[in-house]
């Protein structure tokens, strides 16, 4: 059964800081990876998608890296803001599970001004 | 601006009641899953349906939960009869088919929150 763990739980950062998030998995069998964002009382919103043939995804002053073989990723957020204050979670998507997803417990992230 | 929404947003209600939810998935959209969140257990999924079909529910408690698609514009999640344990924040997410543009991303409701007393 394919397990993902998020490390840390919680980070509490100044402005402007550039930050690691880091996400592994158990059965590197993925068709996928996926971060998302959670703002409080909020759904998840899609931050980046690696497919299992790439080695990292850019968007902004996001990028998502992805180790297959050794069953990680990691999320950079360079220059970070209050504004990324949220919950960042990732996803792997199994081969062979159709579109089920199987998520991390999340980090819990805190830019303070 | 194509939203998943979820109807209600909250819910308190007593122990034994029954606690309907719904989802109305992104026009064009074929595929629906519902999942819990807790703070103890993190985000679970609990049913997915592609094409109004029910694929995979393994998640899902049998005795007391149910899931259906009525059609492809409504989903529904009902508990019967509800328990303090099912206290959670409901979400409802969709998926466009296969062969198109982010296929593989899932698009987010904004959940229901459930309190059991």
């Known amino acids: 059964k394919q397990e993902v763990t998020q490390i840390p739980a919680a980070l509490s950062v100044p402005e402007g800081e550039n930050l690691v998030l880091n996400c592994s998995f158990t059965?590197?069998?993925?068709?996928?990876l996926q971060w998302f964002r959670q703002d409080p009382g909020k759904g998840l919103t899609s931050l980046l998608l690696?497919?299992?043939?790439?080695r990292e995804q850019t968007s902004g002053r996001l990028n998502a890296s992805l180790d297959k073989s050794s069953g990680r990723s990691t999320l950079y957020i360079a220059a970070s803001q209050p504004g990324d204050s949220a919950t960042y979670l990732c996803a792997v998507r199994p081969l062979n599970a159709g579109n089920m997803l199987t998520f991390g417990g999340g980090t819990r992230l805190m830019v303070k001004p | 601006d194509a939203r998943v929404t979820q109807t209600p947003r909250h819910k308190v209600t007593e122990m034994g009641q029954e606690v309907t939810m719904r989802c109305q998935p992104i026009?064009?959209?074929?595929?629906v899953f519902w999942y819990r969140q807790t703070m103890m257990q993190g985000l679970e999924l609990l049913a997915y349906?592609?094409?109004?079909?029910?694929?995979?529910d393994s998640g899902m408690p049998k005795d007391r939960f149910s899931a259906e698609m009525p059609d492809a514009t409504l989903a529904t999640l009902k508990i019967q009869p509800s328990e303090p344990r099912d206290s959670a924040v409901y979400f409802c997410?969709?998926?466009?088919?296969?062969?198109?543009?982010?296929?593989?991303?899932?698009?987010f409701g904004p959940g229901t929150r459930l309190l059991v007393l």
């Open positions: 026009l064009g959209h074929n595929t």
């Open positions: 690696i497919q299992s043939s790439q």
């Open positions: 997410a969709s998926g466009p088919p296969a062969g198109t543009a982010y296929q593989e991303t899932q698009y």
């Open positions: 059965d590197s069998a993925i068709y996928n």
């Open positions: 349906f592609r094409n109004r079909a029910p694929l995979d």
